[in-house]
Each structure stands twice: as structure tokens, then as C-alpha cells.
């Protein structure tokens, strides 16, 4: 992984190490970024709420909305400390990232692949983590918090972004190639899952409002 | 769609064509996966029909549980007939203690409101059981005082004027049920479930006590606390039975106006 290249910073020549470094399309950083910043303030006001919740146990947070759409009764379960801290920490952490990546990205600086496939591998991990939370969140706690579905909203296409940009040389493999192509479609019919699932699980509760 | 970098493009049309294909196939399938989903839901959303049980449970959150599972270790079922007199009395007598057996998390209750005397009470004993699950189904604490009052306000069998429906969604909103209530309470969603819930259980009178699904013969509110405590061991805050309520004393010329 060692760059042979000599060390040629100027911006006009990217060519040279055009291998190792990784051009991203505009729209890809701004996803990025985007996804970045819900990610981040969710997380922010997920630790802020469950500060108060500290403070103060009768403190409803203010995504409490009715039983169902309620992150109060979700923050104090054990789920919600996952790794014996509370979660959102790990998401003021690694959102940071997807933030500055973002920008990056954006600004057209061009990282070098390696930082592509941590910060997949990484995403990739989210993608579980959240995926186990979405589990524990529907059917062991049976409630949802809106911060915590929005986390869930962008971590998926943030990994379909990020795993696209880093894995790239993969281009010529026929089933990545198909994977790529359709990469949207299978993100769309995911969250159709994803709805519906929490559609059915509460529709005890949902049917009641109509 | 791809990461190359933008250049004169002769294949855009195949592309555009690609784009819609993936689109509407995408949106086929949404739209069958939806569909399908909501059409199982809402078949589901009948009205629950004669031959089901469905109990209502009543349980607190510290409930005592079998070790290494979530189901509680003592499940009592209670089956009741707002109308059977001796449901209005083993409310009166028992109603407390059973209370304070589901809120030291000693036992999780399973109400089933049968209805056996739609004859003799003018079909007062279904549109009740009935209006017991809807107000359920909105709230378990709402259904805990709503089963309360209306065994507190019992009507005699027999006796010429029942509870209607309107009198039923005002006890049920004085409990804290409203929401789909009402509507569910006139629509008589479960009432053909109640009138064939004590066939399908397998229950002969009312009320039946069943501890983990053995018929239980209920003598005294202490002889339930011992029996309970025989499976669950000592509970916090379960020293002993609940005193009875008082009598809702039907003898009092003009009762209290509620």
C-alpha cells in the first residue's frame, strides 16, 4: 500500500496517483454530507435529551409523541446502552466523520482509497448495529423514537453511498456490477420492508388513529 | 447513474430507458409488497369471530417471570359475566385482592368476559364483554376501572332495564377509554367472540378461576394469596389479601347519582 509515486502534491496533476486516490461525484459528497449532518444532530439531541432524562427522570423528552412514537420509553432500556454507554455517543463520534468526509468529498479533495474502505467497514458495522437496534426497537421494546429512525434513515444509503465510492475496482465483477446498477432500487424496496414492518407491528395502534 | 466523469454521452437514450425500466420495477414491486401487506392486515382487522378466545391481560411490569423467559409465572384467568350475580360477587369479595396480586407483580390476570346470560339480561351480558375488550384494546388501567364500575353498578338478572350502549361508552369514557371506543362499543366488534368464548374455553359457570390453566375453587381472598404464594414464593408488598369492597348495596332505595 505504499505509494511509489514521488510525493506530488500539486492539485493539477491528480492523475499520477490516480489509482490510489478516489475522485467522487458531487452528488455522492453531498449525500455524504448530508447524511452526515441528520446523523449528527440526531445523535446530539438524542445525548442532550437523555442528559435530561438524568437530571430529571420525569422529564418527557420531546420526541415522547404518543405510546407508540415515544423515545423516552426507548432511551432507558438497556438496548439504548448497547455497550454500557448510551448510543448516541457512538453517533456524535462517528457522524462527525461522515461530516468532514463530506465536506471533503465535496471540496473535491480526493482521499485516498484505504479511507473509502474504513470508513465502509465502518459504515458497514452502523448498518448492523442499527439493524439490531431496528429489531430490539420493534419487537423487544415495542416503541419507536423519531431520532433514532431518522439514524436508521440515513445510516442505509450512507453505506450504499460510501460501499459504491470504495468499492470501485470491484467495476468489472458481473454481480457487483448488477448490485451497483440496482443499488437504489434494493435501498427502496429495504425501506418498504422496513415500513411495513413497522406498519404491521403497530397497527393495533395505527388503526386507531384513522 | 455511474462514477465516470461526464463526457459527450451517445448512449443517454439507452440509459434513460434503463433508468425507467429500473423505476417501474421498483415501483411494481412496492406497490405489490404494500398491497399485499395491507391486505393481510386488514383481513386481520375483522372482527374477531365466534370460536376465538382472547383474553384481556392485566399485568404489571415487574410482573414475577419464569427465569430465562418473558412469560410470567403465574397466570390467573378470571372468566366473568358482567351479569352473572356471583361474578358480582366475586368481584366485590376478590376484586381487591386480585388487584394487589397483579400490581406486586405477583401474577398476570387474564380476563375473559364471556357472555352466558344474553337471555336473561337482553343481551346486556355481550354488549358488555364486549365493550370490555374495545375499552382494552384502547387502555389495560382504562379496562381495570371500566371492569370495576360495572360490576359496581351491576343490574339484576332479570330486572327489566339494562345498560345500553350509550350508558356503556359513558362508563367507558369516565374510565379513560375514548378514542376508537365508542365505535367499537355500537359496531359490536366482539361481541359474537364473547358470546362464543365459554364454548371455546371450555369453561361450565361463571366466574372460573384458572392458576396456569388448573381449575381453581375459590374459597377465600387468604386462601388465594397462599395459594399464589406457594408458586411465587413471598412478594414484596403481598403481606396478605385485600379487604373486600363494600357491598354496592342494591338494597339503598335511590343510589347515588354517579
Same mark, same amino acid.
Given at each position: 500500500?505504499?505509494?511509489?509515486?514521488?510525493? %506530488?502534491?500539486?492539485?493539477?496533476?491528480?492523475?499520477?496517483?490516480?489509482?490510489?486516490?478516489?475522485?467522487?461525484?458531487?452528488?455522492?459528497?453531498?449525500?455524504?454530507?448530508?447524511?452526515?449532518?441528520?446523523?449528527?444532530?440526531?445523535?446530539?439531541?438524542?445525548?442532550?435529551? @437523555?442528559?435530561?432524562?438524568?437530571?430529571?427522570?420525569?422529564?418527557?423528552?420531546?420526541?415522547?409523541?404518543?405510546?407508540?412514537?415515544?423515545?423516552?420509553?426507548?432511551?432507558?432500556?438497556?438496548?439504548?446502552?448497547?455497550?454500557?454507554?448510551?448510543?448516541?455517543?457512538?453517533?456524535?463520534?462517528?457522524?462527525?466523520? #461522515? #461530516?468532514?468526509?463530506?465536506?471533503?468529498?465535496?471540496?473535491?479533495?480526493?482521499?485516498?482509497?484505504?479511507?473509502?474502505?474504513?470508513?465502509?467497514?465502518?459504515?458497514?458495522?452502523? #448498518?448492523?448495529?442499527?439493524?439490531?437496534?431496528?429489531?430490539?426497537?420493534?419487537?423487544?421494546?415495542?416503541?419507536?423514537?423519531?431520532?433514532? $429512525?431518522?439514524?436508521?434513515?440515513?445510516?442505509?444509503?450512507?453505506?450504499?453511498?460510501?460501499?459504491?465510492?470504495?468499492?470501485?475496482?470491484?467495476?468489472?465483477?458481473?454481480?457487483?456490477?448488477?448490485?451497483?446498477?440496482?443499488?437504489?432500487?434494493?435501498?427502496?424496496?429495504?425501506?418498504?420492508?422496513?415500513?411495513l414492518m413497522i406498519l404491521v407491528r403497530f397497527w393495533d395502534y395505527w388503526s386507531t388513529?384513522i | $447513474?455511474?462514477?465516470?466523469?461526464?463526457?459527450?454521452?451517445?448512449?443517454?437514450? %439507452?440509459?434513460?430507458?434503463?433508468?425507467?425500466?429500473?423505476?417501474?420495477?421498483?415501483?411494481?414491486?412496492?406497490i405489490f409488497a404494500v398491497v399485499l401487506v395491507g391486505y393481510i392486515v386488514l383481513s386481520n382487522d375483522k372482527k374477531p369471530t365466534s370460536g376465538e378466545?382472547k383474553?384481556?391481560?392485566?399485568?404489571?411490569?415487574?410482573?414475577?417471570?419464569?427465569?430465562?423467559?418473558?412469560?410470567?409465572?403465574?397466570?390467573?384467568?378470571?372468566?366473568? %359475566?358482567?351479569?352473572?350475580?356471583?361474578?358480582?360477587?366475586?368481584?366485590?369479595?376478590?376484586?381487591?385482592?386480585?388487584? @394487589?396480586?397483579?400490581?406486586?407483580?405477583?401474577?398476570?390476570?387474564?380476563?375473559?368476559?364471556?357472555?352466558?346470560?344474553?337471555?336473561?339480561?337482553?343481551?346486556?351480558?355481550?354488549?358488555?364483554?364486549?365493550?370490555?375488550y374495545?375499552?382494552?384494546d384502547?387502555?389495560?388501567?382504562?379496562?381495570?376501572?371500566?371492569?370495576?364500575?360495572?360490576?359496581?353498578?351491576?343490574?339484576?338478572?332479570?330486572?327489566?332495564?339494562?345498560?345500553?350502549?350509550?350508558?356503556?361508552?359513558?362508563?367507558?369514557?369516565?374510565?379513560?377509554?375514548?378514542?376508537g371506543?365508542?365505535d367499537c362499543?355500537?359496531k359490536g366488534r366482539y361481541?359474537e367472540m364473547?358470546?362464543?368464548?365459554?364454548?371455546?374455553?371450555?369453561?361450565?359457570?361463571?366466574?372460573?378461576?384458572?392458576?396456569?390453566?388448573?381449575?381453581?375453587?375459590?374459597?377465600?381472598?387468604?386462601?388465594?394469596?397462599?395459594?399464589?404464594?406457594?408458586?411465587?414464593?413471598?412478594?414484596?408488598?403481598? %403481606?396478605?389479601?385485600?379487604?373486600?369492597?363494600?357491598?354496592?348495596?342494591?338494597?339503598?332505595?335511590?343510589?347515588?347519582?354517579?
Amino acid at each position: 500500500m505504499t505509494v511509489t509515486a514521488p510525493s %506530488d502534491v500539486q492539485p493539477s496533476e491528480p492523475a499520477a496517483d490516480a489509482s490510489n486516490r478516489v475522485p467522487v461525484r458531487t452528488a455522492s459528497a453531498v449525500w455524504i454530507l448530508i447524511a452526515g449532518v441528520v446523523g449528527l444532530a440526531a445523535a446530539l439531541t438524542l445525548t442532550v435529551e @437523555k442528559i435530561e432524562i438524568l437530571i430529571n427522570p420525569d422529564y418527557v423528552p420531546s420526541c415522547s409523541i404518543n405510546p407508540v412514537l415515544s423515545c423516552g420509553s426507548v432511551m432507558v432500556t438497556p438496548q439504548a446502552s448497547a455497550f454500557g454507554f448510551p448510543n448516541p455517543l457512538i453517533g456524535i463520534v462517528s457522524f462527525t466523520i #461522515v #461530516v468532514v468526509t463530506g465536506v471533503l468529498a465535496l471540496t473535491k479533495v480526493r482521499l485516498p482509497r484505504w479511507y473509502w474502505a474504513g470508513l465502509a467497514t465502518g459504515t458497514l458495522l452502523g #448498518v448492523a448495529f442499527i439493524h439490531w437496534l431496528i429489531f430490539q426497537s420493534l419487537y423487544r421494546i415495542g416503541a419507536l423514537c423519531p431520532y433514532c $429512525m431518522a439514524v436508521w434513515a440515513v445510516t442505509i444509503p450512507l453505506f450504499v453511498v460510501v460501499a459504491s465510492i470504495a468499492l470501485q475496482p470491484l467495476q468489472s465483477n458481473v454481480v457487483a456490477r448488477v448490485l451497483y446498477t440496482w443499488r437504489w432500487s434494493l435501498v427502496v424496496l429495504w425501506f418498504t420492508a422496513l415500513v411495513l414492518m413497522i406498519l404491521v407491528r403497530f397497527w393495533d395502534y395505527w388503526s386507531t388513529l384513522i | $447513474m455511474a462514477t465516470k466523469p461526464k463526457r459527450y454521452d451517445l448512449k443517454a437514450a %439507452d440509459r434513460k430507458r434503463s433508468l425507467a425500466i429500473q423505476i417501474g420495477l421498483t415501483s411494481i414491486v412496492v406497490i405489490f409488497a404494500v398491497v399485499l401487506v395491507g391486505y393481510i392486515v386488514l383481513s386481520n382487522d375483522k372482527k374477531p369471530t365466534s370460536g376465538e378466545v382472547k383474553s384481556i391481560r392485566v399485568a404489571s411490569s415487574n410482573v414475577i417471570k419464569n427465569e430465562g423467559s418473558s412469560d410470567p409465572k403465574v397466570v390467573l384467568s378470571l372468566y366473568e %359475566d358482567f351479569l352473572c350475580p356471583h361474578c358480582g360477587l366475586f368481584e366485590q369479595q376478590f376484586g381487591p385482592t386480585v388487584s @394487589k396480586l397483579i400490581d406486586t407483580g405477583a401474577v398476570a390476570a387474564d380476563y375473559y368476559m364471556v357472555a352466558i346470560l344474553d337471555k336473561q339480561g337482553n343481551g346486556y351480558s355481550s354488549r358488555a364483554a364486549n365493550a370490555a375488550y374495545c375499552v382494552a384494546d384502547e387502555s389495560t388501567d382504562a379496562f381495570r376501572r371500566f371492569h370495576a364500575a360495572l360490576y359496581a353498578q351491576q343490574p339484576a338478572e332479570g330486572s327489566a332495564v339494562y345498560p345500553d350502549n350509550a350508558r356503556l361508552i359513558e362508563i367507558a369514557r369516565q374510565a379513560g377509554a375514548g378514542g376508537g371506543v365508542p365505535d367499537c362499543i355500537n359496531k359490536g366488534r366482539y361481541t359474537e367472540m364473547a358470546q362464543g368464548l365459554a364454548e371455546a374455553s371450555k369453561i361450565q359457570a361463571t366466574p372460573t378461576i384458572r392458576i396456569n390453566g388448573q381449575d381453581y375453587e375459590t374459597s377465600t381472598p387468604d386462601a388465594l394469596v397462599a395459594k399464589i404464594k406457594e408458586i411465587v414464593g413471598n412478594v414484596p408488598g403481598l %403481606d396478605g389479601a385485600a379487604p373486600p369492597a363494600q357491598a354496592p348495596a342494591p338494597a339503598q332505595a335511590p343510589a347515588p347519582a354517579p
